[in-house]
């Protein structure tokens, strides 16, 4: 398969990673990361999380974020939502787009959502009931899809199933996420061929993080598999609560080096989006986890 002119970057760091992050982050920080990376020509921000603060404490003042939000026109604002209590508060927060969230893995599912992967999906309908009703659009994400830190293997036919019950359900685009980063290119190949038995593929995303370093690899296996759509995180933010030691998504910058380098658009601007990764790394206090940013930074 030849490789797109064209790819579509999720910046999730504003959500999936600074879920994760130690030090309480203030919502005049999240929101002048979100207006920098709206500067740097992203045009699909995930900035918020509508899910209980007592599991998620970083994500609790996501309604107060939207409600700051200077709107980029073209940019996409998106929140997770993952019940029907959640889609209400996010549409309150007037949040564009929302995203449902279910796990390849029973156990991963239990510690994540506090329920089996049959109750997610069922939570999830009335969820895209109400979507349907306020015109709001619906992602959907896999979890654990190649691999989960409390079962280990998790079968590819098993994320095809899940990955087609939130397609079948509305979801306009169904993100598989490596949770724990240990995929790797040849087990990411067989996994896209196996989905795409049943879902399009230019309905699914890829989502990978670095923890075993193949993200990047795995982000070039999935190209060749058709994908053209990847989540990503500036600076390499985040991890995530219920996957101990998993590390932070791609950093974004380090993708766009990637892309750029394969002569794939973005319409992100590079140099702006390093600057974003940086102010966020200085604010957080932590070093930068894009390898790109590293280097023409010490430049
Ligand atoms: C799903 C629940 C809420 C179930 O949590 P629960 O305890 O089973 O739910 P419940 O319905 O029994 O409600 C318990 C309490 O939570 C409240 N509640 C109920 N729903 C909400 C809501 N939407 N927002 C705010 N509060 C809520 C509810 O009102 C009640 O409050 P209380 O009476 O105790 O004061 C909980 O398990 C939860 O919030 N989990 C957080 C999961 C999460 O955010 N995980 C990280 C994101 S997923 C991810 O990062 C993976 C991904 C997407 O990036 C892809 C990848 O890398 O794999």
Not at 47 to 66: D, I, N, R
Not at 71 to 76: D, S
Not at 116 to 129: Q, T
Not at 182 to 193: E, S, V, W, Y
Request: charged letters at 15%; proline letters at 4%; hydrophobic letters at 40%.
């Amino acid at each position: 398969m030849s490789l797109p002119q064209r790819v579509r970057l999720v910046e999730v760091g504003p959500r999936d990673g600074l879920q994760n992050e130690a030090v309480p982050v203030s919502v005049s920080d999240k929101l002048q990361l979100v207006h920098n990376l709206a500067e740097a020509g992203v045009s699909y921000i995930e900035a918020g999380s509508f899910v209980s603060p007592k599991w998620v404490p970083q994500m609790a003042g996501s309604a107060e974020l939207f409600a700051g939000l200077l709107r980029k026109p073209g940019v996409t604002y998106a929140a997770l939502a993952p019940n029907l209590r959640g889609f209400e508060d996010a549409l309150a927060a007037g949040v564009q787009e929302v995203a449902v969230f279910a796990a390849a893995s029973e156990a991963f599912s239990q510690r994540n959502i506090n329920c089996s992967i049959s109750e997610s999906l069922e939570r999830f309908l009335p969820v895209m009931e109400a979507a349907r009703l306020h015109g709001i659009t619906v992602r959907g994400y896999v979890s654990c899809v190649l691999g989960c830190p409390y079962e280990g293997t998790v079968a590819p036919t098993q994320v095809a199933a899940v990955a087609n019950e939130l397609y079948a359900m509305g979801c306009y685009e169904v993100s598989l996420g490596d949770t724990i980063g240990t995929g790797t290119p040849g087990a990411t190949r067989t996994l896209f061929d196996v989905v795409a038995g049943q879902i399009p593929r230019g309905k699914l995303a890829g989502h990978f993080h670095d923890t075993y370093g193949q993200a990047l690899a795995n982000i070039y296996a999935s190209l060749l598999e058709g994908i053209q759509v990847f989540d990503s995180s500036v600076a390499g933010l985040g991890g995530c609560p219920y996957a101990k030691g998993a590390t932070g998504n791609v950093s974004s910058e380090d993708v766009v080096y990637l892309l750029n380098g394969l002569g794939i658009e973005t319409g992100i601007d590079l140099d702006k989006l390093i600057a974003a990764g940086q102010r966020i790394s200085d604010t957080l206090g932590r070093a930068n986890g894009s390898r790109v940013a590293k280097a023409r930074l010490s430049a």
